[in-house]
């Protein structure tokens, strides 16, 4: 069983900036997305920033230039830094992280696993 722990929301003022963190636990063989997602109030969960095993990373277009996604693979930790925030960045952020666990042995692989963290509110506001 594999568990997040996210931390790092709060609010802040247009401009300003955060950083969220999020770590992974448990029975983990290995990690390859991790990333973040966002739900602002009536509206779908949606894609923020992710990047792959290897260093790739995507982002939505909304925050290209703005924010930047990283990890580290030692701690299976991912982070996003957040600059210059606008208030349509107001929603509950979330950690998404897959990957594969433990090995079982019925069907000769490793399993696959996705979680997501228990989501954290970034509020931008004047």
Request: aromatic residues 12%; positive net charge; charged residues 15%.
């Amino acid at each position: 069983q594999v568990q997040l722990v996210e931390s790092g929301g709060g609010s802040v003022q247009p401009g300003g900036s955060l950083r969220l963190s999020c770590a992974a636990s448990g029975s983990i063989f290995s990690i390859n997305f991790m990333g973040w997602y966002r739900q602002a109030p009536g509206k779908q969960r949606e894609l923020v920033a992710g990047v792959l095993k290897r260093g790739s990373t995507n982002y939505a277009d909304s925050v290209k230039g703005r924010f930047t996604v990283s990890r580290d693979n030692a701690k299976n930790m991912v982070f996003l830094q957040m600059n210059s925030l606008k208030p349509e960045d107001t929603a509950v952020y979330y950690c998404n992280v897959d990957g594969n666990s433990e090995y079982d042995g019925s069907v000769g692989g490793y399993r696959y696993f996705e979680v997501w963290g228990q989501g954290t509110l970034v509020t931008v506001s004047s």
